[in-house]
């Protein structure tokens, strides 16, 4: 049996993907990292942002007490916290390799990262397309993929966490996923849920093209008609106040299937809270 229990998600308020797993032998924790975006619609964040980001930093904190492993699939501050290097004491640390398929400012960052944690971690593996086994619980990485539709921002590892005939994949930021790698490694793992980045359609037409988009929604259409039964799509897609009609054929395939596509926060019970794709309007209704 696995437990998922998304700790910060763009859906709940923040640029994360931090999210908790325990199974029957250990809890993990992937991506413990939350940040906001310095800028949308002209605005920096407004104190509501602020102050629920320091929330869902004291969460991955108390989360990281929790797990025996944590999981770092690359080095965006929104999915690690170098300033935190003490939430991997003791810890087990299965990071995305620093020096091979990465590009210069996620290297960089990896190599200061790295420095800080000196020390904490009790073992640190490099987890690119690496199996580990912790009892009867299984963590298998991809191999590097891109990060969103080509290089320019570098690559990440896909997570998949299987226990007692349960999988759960995690896809860390695919922005889609529109490349046949990305979504090869969900087909070929046949999870139950699927916590996935969905497409970057607030930058439609700017950074983020139609044929991506196209793309995407066949593969999540696979992924539903191959057997997941639980598709969460957030994170890059939920900074878009028109996220539910950027996708209509995967919510029609989802009915088709007996399956459901949710965000991070739905999955959770708790209430959609968009607030950087809201920033406009928390000016409006609290000026600062």
Known sequence: MIEVEPIAFD????????????TGDLTVLIDPGVSLAPIRYGLPPHPIEVERMEEHHDAIVR???????????????????????GIFEGKIALIKHPREKINMSQRRRAAYFLGV???????????DGREFRFG????????????GTNPRLGYVIEVCIEHGGDKF?????????????????????????????????YMLGYRYSAKSLQASVENMVRMLE????????DHHFLRDLNYRERITPVYEAAREHGAEVLTAAEFAG?????????????????PV
């Open 136 to 147: 009867q619980t299984r963590i298998r990485f991809s191999q590097p993929v891109y990060h």
């Open 226 to 233: 191959a057997g997941v039964q639980k598709l969460v799509v």
């Open 11 to 22: 859906s709940m308020g923040t640029r994360s993907m931090a999210t908790l797993v325990r």
């Open 117 to 127: 944690l000196e020390g904490f971690p009790r073992q640190i593996e490099e987890a």
């Open 63 to 85: 989360a990281a007490r929790e797990a025996d492993v944590l999981v770092v699939t690359h080095y965006h501050y929104d999915h690690h916290m170098p300033d935190e290097p």
């Open 169 to 201: 994949v995690f896809t860390s930021d695919v922005e889609g996923p529109s490349l046949e790698d990305q979504v090869g490694f969900i087909l070929e793992e046949k999870p139950d849920l699927v916590f996935l980045d969905g497409p970057m359609t």
């Open 270 to 286: 708790k209430p959609i809270e968009m607030l950087e794709a809201h920033r406009k309007e928390l000016y409006e209704r609290s």
